[in-house]
Each structure stands twice: as structure tokens, then as C-alpha cells.
């Protein structure tokens, strides 16, 4: 089955520098990578996601870059903000209609003014 | 519009005994995914189901067990619980048949459970 690793498990960056969090894949018939954000208290809210048959995806401050060749996605957070910070968490699924996302153990991502 | 509904927020139980949780989807989402979130395994698939079907079931034993009920509401029961269940259980929902297909789950705030 699918597993997904990621990295690093926490970051601490300054506010109005750039963060990136990797994750590799297994299943090369996955096809769909979605990342979502989880603030304390609250439940893990999407993001951004990217298909396989794109390479790059941007909105706003926040772009997702897939490498189908090496099986591994990348989020890149730029102009970090203190409400950026929170616990990040890529995912892969395979496709059709069988199967479930599968999730990285996440990154505790923390901005400092 | 509302969002995913997961009852109770917090419940403290001891060793051995059950327990039930609840999760009411977005209105329309046919789709309710449960995931077992701890500190230090993330998030892990529990089960899904649609259409009041399980399509698919993670790596957990058999104490584990849901249902989804007509209106898309779904149930999740732990039996004889044992400490290392403490965790908080997350439900999501979606539209579609398949995240890939249709993208998006939403998570509800989810239920912290706590056995001693």
C-alpha cells in the first residue's frame, strides 16, 4: 500500500522567510496530493493540492511542486506569517474510486515575529 | 452552510469498556472517513464508507468497527479499550466517490478520547 513520509517533523522559521515541507510517496499510481493545515484545537483544513498531471501549483503565498519521476511533492510557504504557524500535513491517494488518503505524521511549522 | 459535526468534543472512559462516536457530514457529502490522529502516528486511516457501504478499512483491529446510516451520518464504536487508544478520532466527509475525483475533505474539530 501507500506510505508517505515527511519532513522535517518541525521548522521554525522568521517571519517573512520562506518554508518548505518534502514528502515522498511509494505508489507510483497515486495521483492526487493534497496538503492541509491543522491549527490547534481545530481539525486539519485543505490548502492547496496538485494532480499528477500538473507539475506546479501556486495561490497566493503558498505553491505545491510534484516530481512524478521521483515520487516526492514539496509545499513552499513564502513570506511566512505568525498565523502561518500551525501543523502541516501532505497526503497522497491512488487512484479510482477504491482507496483513502493516506497521510504524512506532519510538520509543526513555527513562524516567529 | 455546516461543516462536519463530530459528538462528544471530550470523553474520558477507563480500560475495557466501549465507547461510540458520532459524526454528522456537510449536508449532500455521501462520503464519511474516520482517522485516528495521535503525536506521534499523525493522521491513520480508520475506515470509509459510502452510501452506507465500508469501501475501505485501515490497519486496525477488529475492536474498531463503524457504520454510516441512510442520511449519511456515521458511527464509530471502540470495544474493550485499552490505554493506547487515547487519541483524538477525526471524521471526514466529502461530495463525491473519490478524493481524487472530487478533491476536498472536510474535517470536523474531531473527538479527544482519553481512557484510563
Known amino acids: 500500500g501507500e506510505n508517505v513520509e515527511q519532513h522535517p517533523s518541525t521548522l521554525s522559521v522568521q517571519e517573512g522567510d520562506s518554508a518548505v515541507i518534502k514528502c515522498t510517496y511509494s505508489d507510483s499510481a497515486s495521483n492526487y496530493f493534497p496538503w492541509y493545515k491543522q491549527e490547534l484545537g481545530k481539525g486539519p483544513q485543505l490548502i492547496i493540492d496538485?494532480?499528477?498531471?500538473?507539475g506546479e501549483k501556486k495561490d497566493q503565498r503558498i505553491a505545491v511542486t510534484l516530481n512524478k519521476t521521483a515520487k516526492h511533492f514539496s509545499l513552499h510557504i513564502t513570506e511566512t506569517q505568525p498565523e502561518d504557524s500551525a501543523v502541516y500535513f501532505c497526503a497522497a491517494h491512488s487512484g479510482g474510486s477504491q482507496g483513502n488518503l493516506i497521510f504524512g505524521k506532519g510538520t509543526k511549522l513555527s513562524v516567529k515575529p | 452552510k455546516a461543516g462536519v459535526t463530530q459528538t462528544p468534543r471530550y470523553l474520558i472512559k477507563t480500560r475495557g469498556q466501549q465507547v461510540t462516536l458520532s459524526c454528522s457530514p456537510i449536508s449532500g457529502h455521501r462520503s464519511v472517513s474516520w482517522y485516528q490522529q495521535t503525536p506521534g502516528q499523525g493522521l491513520q486511516f480508520l475506515f470509509e464508507y459510502f452510501s452506507e457501504t465500508q469501501r475501505n478499512k485501515g490497519n486496525f483491529p477488529g475492536r474498531f468497527s463503524g457504520r454510516q446510516f441512510s442520511n449519511s451520518r456515521s458511527e464509530m464504536n471502540v470495544s474493550t479499550l485499552e490505554l493506547g487508544d487515547s487519541a483524538l478520532y477525526l471524521c471526514?466527509?466529502?461530495?463525491?466517490?473519490?478524493?481524487?475525483?472530487?478533491?476536498?475533505?472536510?474535517f470536523g474539530e474531531g473527538s479527544r478520547l482519553t481512557v484510563l
Open positions: 471526514a466527509s466529502s461530495f463525491g466517490t473519490s478524493p481524487s475525483n472530487t478533491g476536498e475533505l472536510f
Open positions: 496538485i494532480r499528477s498531471n500538473v
